[in-house]
Each structure stands twice: as C-alpha cells, then as structure tokens.
C-alpha cells in the first residue's frame, strides 16, 4: 500500500542534507514536501507531547530546539515502515552494531540518544498528526489505497 509519513531530519544532520536526501531518493521515496524550520520549546514540546514523561524528556527538547530541523513528507509503498527501516534502531550505539549502513548509524551519535539523525512517524495515526504538525495548511489528496 502507498502511504505518506512525516520524516524529519534533526539539528545535527541536517547540513548532512546532500547525502541525506541522495538516500530517500535511492530508497525510491518521493519527497512531497519539505521544510526548514527552528522549533520552539513550545512546538517541540507539543510535537514530542507522549514522551513528556520520560526522564530523557527535557534533553530531547533541549536538542530539538537547538539548531533548525527539515521536514519532509515522504511517499511510497509502506512507507512508514521502510522509513524507520532506513533509519534504524533508535539508538545510535544499537544502530551501529546492527545496522551499519542505516541513516542513524552513519549519521547520528553514539554519545547521546537524542541525537540520533532522524525521526519517522511511527504508525498511521502519528503520520497524520506529525504532517498536520508540520505542514498545517496543506491539503493532501487521499493516497489510492490505505492511508
Ligand atoms: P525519535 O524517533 O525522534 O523519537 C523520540 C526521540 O527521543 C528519539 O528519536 C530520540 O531522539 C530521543 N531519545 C532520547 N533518549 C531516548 C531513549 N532512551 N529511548 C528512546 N528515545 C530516546
């Protein structure tokens, strides 16, 4: 099934863009839309809002907020599950043992698990919550089959 999900490439690698983007378009996404912004604490805090209770919380905002993050909608067959494929595991230190050549592994730090490249939305539901978040004027026509 065709679906949309809401990528976004974090402070730390984003002048990594050139190579970032050579990889999307190798792994056959379409790249809809894309975006720099700066967040602020407020629209960092709303966009991570389900983990505000975690202890890493408040570095993770820290980080997010401290240097401009790209936005992007991609588009393919699933996705939102080959998106987070192509990222690998969450934690850089992990990406690296088990998945060497994933964009965290070649792109984030082992040092600090915030600063782990990228993000993808994890499901459906976040996909749409997380391109509303970021792209709130934009009308997207349904994608033929699943969302
Ligand atoms: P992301 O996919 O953007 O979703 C939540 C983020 O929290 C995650 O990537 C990391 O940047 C950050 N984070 C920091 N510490 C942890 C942790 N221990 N587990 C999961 N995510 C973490």
Do not use: C
Not at 91 to 105: F, I, M, N
């Amino acid at each position: 099934k065709i679906q949309r999900t809401l990528a976004m490439v974090k402070p730390d690698a984003v002048d990594r863009w050139p190579e970032i983007e050579k990889i999307i378009l190798e792994e056959g996404f379409t790249i809809v839309e894309r975006r720099q912004v700066r967040l602020m604490r407020a629209e960092a805090e709303e966009f991570y809002a389900e983990h505000r209770d975690k202890p890493f919380f408040p570095d993770l905002l820290q980080y997010i907020t401290s240097g401009d993050v790209l936005a992007l909608i991609l588009a393919g067959e699933d996705a939102i599950g080959h998106w987070r494929r192509v990222l690998g595991p969450t934690r850089v230190s992990e990406a690296r043992q088990e998945a060497p050549g994933s964009l965290r592994a070649r792109f984030g730090s082992p040092h600090n698990d915030s600063h782990n490249a990228a993000h993808g939305s994890d499901s459906v539901n976040s996909a749409h919550r997380e391109i509303k978040f970021f792209f709130p004027d934009l009308t997207l026509e349904p994608v033929l089959t699943g969302e």
